[in-house]
């Protein structure tokens, strides 16, 4: 079983699976790539409106190779698939001790491979003695956006002190934070690397105590569902990338529930497939609005956020 296919339901199965054998077998022109970035019911994205993807991971899984975990190589398929941008973690960030040399070894990646379009967000670990000088490093020395979080991976919870203490700092240097709430399905898991998602109990309490902060949850749709994902995204300014949403017109029915302009377009591409993410926009009705707003109108407003 491959890692996208782990998450679909049953009545999406069939269509999810036929479209990926589709999508992998075009050729990579550009007229192909713009057909199939067409949403139904939406005009097609002009060339300088492509997709921002908001959940991309830079270098090897520790326990398998995932298909594009060459950064060049996945470079290309978004490039051909529409993507405009990406936000880049690394791998290297869940398990290395030294992230200071991890996330110079992402920035430096981005700019050789990314051709524009790889934007890196560094990893801190506020259970390191250091950290406060990392996260320095990754906004001031490598100019970064944001940062990406990986709690389950590092060993601390949410209630822990130096958490709100990191977010309190990333939100006076108007960082983005991004949270990866699980990385992989547990039946995916290797018997000695099995990692429990994140509990986001706490969270909602502290995104209410830090003025300021953009918080984006990744990979969120395993774990966070219902009343627990409303209040969190009513508490601040806390976004959701689609990545594991599943479900027949998964998109059209979250958007109906949480404010069309908290919702981004994420893949956890190399982990998953790229075709994946994309089929959720194309299977669910949005207007035109919509679309853009997902797509990357939402994504491209939190890194204004940023600069200004």
């Not at 713009?34 to 949403?39: D, I, N, Q």
């Not at 801190?124 to 320095?136: A, C, F, G, I, Q």
């Not at 990754?138 to 919870?157: E, K, Q, S």
């Not at 990545?243 to 949480?258: F, H, K, R, S, W």
């Amino acid at each position: 079983m491959k890692p996208s296919q782990t998450f679909a339901t049953e009545a999406g199965s069939q269509t999810r699976r036929a479209f990926l054998q589709t999508a992998l077998a075009a050729a990579p022109a550009a007229a192909a790539s713009a057909a199939a970035l067409a949403v139904p019911g939406s005009k097609p994205l002009r060339t300088e409106e492509r997709l921002i993807d908001v959940n991309v991971s830079l270098g090897q899984w520790p326990t398998r190779r995932a298909r594009l975990d060459d950064s060049r190589e996945l470079v290309t398929r978004l490039r051909q698939r529409g993507v405009s941008q990406a936000w880049a973690g690394t791998l290297e960030g869940l398990l290395h001790k030294d992230l200071a040399a991890a996330n110079t070894r992402l920035a430096k990646t981005c700019r050789q491979d990314g051709k524009g379009l790889l934007i890196p967000f560094g990893s801190v670990n506020p259970r390191l003695p250091d950290w406060e000088e990392e996260l320095r490093r990754c906004a001031d020395l490598h100019r970064m956006p944001g940062i990406r979080l990986h709690p389950n991976y590092h060993g601390y919870r949410l209630e822990d002190p130096a958490f709100l203490r990191l977010l309190e700092l990333s939100a006076q240097r108007r960082l983005i934070v991004q949270l990866a709430l699980i990385m992989e399905d547990e039946r995916m898991m290797h018997p000695l690397l099995r990692v429990d998602p994140v509990d986001t109990t706490p969270l909602r309490d502290l995104v209410g105590r830090v003025p300021g902060l953009r918080l984006v949850l990744l990979n969120a749709f395993r774990t966070l569902r219902a009343k627990p994902l409303l209040d969190l995204i009513a508490a601040g300014k806390v976004s959701v990338e689609i990545a594991m949403l599943e479900g027949v017109g998964g998109v059209g029915t979250l958007i109906g529930q949480v404010p069309v302009d908290r919702v981004l377009f994420g893949s956890h591409a190399p982990m998953f497939y790229f075709e994946s993410a994309l089929l959720k926009l194309k299977e669910s009705a949005l207007t035109p609005e919509q679309s853009e707003a997902i797509s990357h109108g939402n994504a491209r407003h939190l890194l204004k956020s940023h600069a200004t």
